[in-house]
């Protein structure tokens, strides 16, 4: 596959995750080192998706770790059970938070963060890595965001 999207931006949110997860997942294919594919994961749902900022935070030790992401500088490394991404990481489940400033302990990395969906990816019975998406747009990610990210996460866990 090329390096390049088709993405029709006038699509809605389901027919983009729908022409977009199966690109990814060709994009991927070939590639064995799991860093370059997050990186470009995280491209392309950054291009695809025109969400403010996606990134992937990866488990080492007692941390996340900032890893590949598109956007605005981050947060380089935060504790088990702080934030919206330590919270994930904790629970290993994903978080949808329509406004962060409601969120208790949420680490503001961006001012210009409104809302956020955080998904585990598990390897051996374990979190082993989080994406996290964050919009400029209060209350930005709903059911849909899930059920396509969580098919996405999939496809990261048999990356790992």
């Not at 370059?36 to 900022?53: D, R, T």
């Amino acid at each position: 596959m090329a390096e390049e999207l088709k993405i029709n931006i006038t699509a809605s949110k389901t027919e983009k995750y729908e022409t977009l997860i199966p690109q990814i997942e060709a994009l991927v294919s070939a590639e064995t080192d799991v860093i370059a594919n997050l990186a470009n994961i995280a491209a392309a749902l950054k291009q695809g998706m025109g969400f403010f900022w996606v990134g992937f935070y990866i488990v080492k030790k007692d941390e996340l770790v900032l890893g590949p992401f598109q956007g605005p500088i981050a947060c380089t490394r935060i504790k088990k059970g702080k934030g919206v991404c330590g919270s994930t990481w904790a629970q290993a489940k994903t978080i949808i938070v329509n406004n962060v400033d409601e969120f208790p302990g949420h680490i503001a990395c961006s001012s210009d963060a409104k809302s956020e969906i955080v998904l585990p990816a598990i390897k051996n019975n374990e979190v082993a890595l989080i994406l996290d998406v964050d919009s400029d747009v209060l209350a930005d990610f709903d059911e849909t965001d899930q059920k396509y990210l969580e098919k996405l996460m999939k496809v990261i866990e048999e990356l790992l």
